[in-house]
């Protein structure tokens, strides 16, 4: 840390991960990003707990893109509010949920498991899709998606 950024240091608590520095599962829970996130260093503070008024008034606590395994410029432009960066993470978002409905609509109405789900979208969604994705993560993913509406049902 700069000696310039200990000046602008904030006592505010970082809603994000609220103050832990660690993004948990009872954090992704209460932000409603299952399916989105995983347990990792808060990248809304940093990992450092403390957040500034300008960074709360910039950027959503629950923007699903920003992420701490992005690169550092991406992170940094995001929290600068760049408007191409923040528009490609919502295009992100969408392609996530719509993601999430196309395996759920498979899964609960086809009763279709993971495997042909992934094999289905490979087939007739991928040359549409923005974002592109390996069969064994997608399937992982589908899977992910599977074992969330069975967990719910119980």
């Known amino acids: 840390m700069s000696i310039f950024n200990f000046f602008k240091r904030s006592d505010i608590e970082c809603p994000r991960c609220l103050g832990k520095g660690f993004v948990d599962w009872e954090d992704i829970t209460r932000l409603k990003r299952h399916l989105k996130w995983v347990p990792a260093p808060c990248a809304y503070c940093n990992a450092e707990g403390r957040v500034s008024k300008e960074m709360l008034s910039k950027v959503a606590v629950d923007c699903m893109y920003l992420t701490i395994d992005l690169p550092e410029s991406v992170i940094e432009k995001i929290k600068e ?22 395996a759920e609509d498979h899964y609960l109405n086809q009763n279709m498991d993971a495997e042909s789900i992934a094999n289905l979208y490979l087939h007739t969604e991928e040359e549409n899709a923005a974002f592109s994705v390996t069969r064994e993560e997608l399937i992982k993913y589908i899977q992910g998606v599977i074992a969330l509406k069975k967990s719910e049902f119980n």
């Open 81 to 102: 509010g760049d408007k191409e960066t923040i528009e490609k993470g919502k295009q992100r978002e969408l392609f996530v949920d719509h993601l999430i409905h196309y």
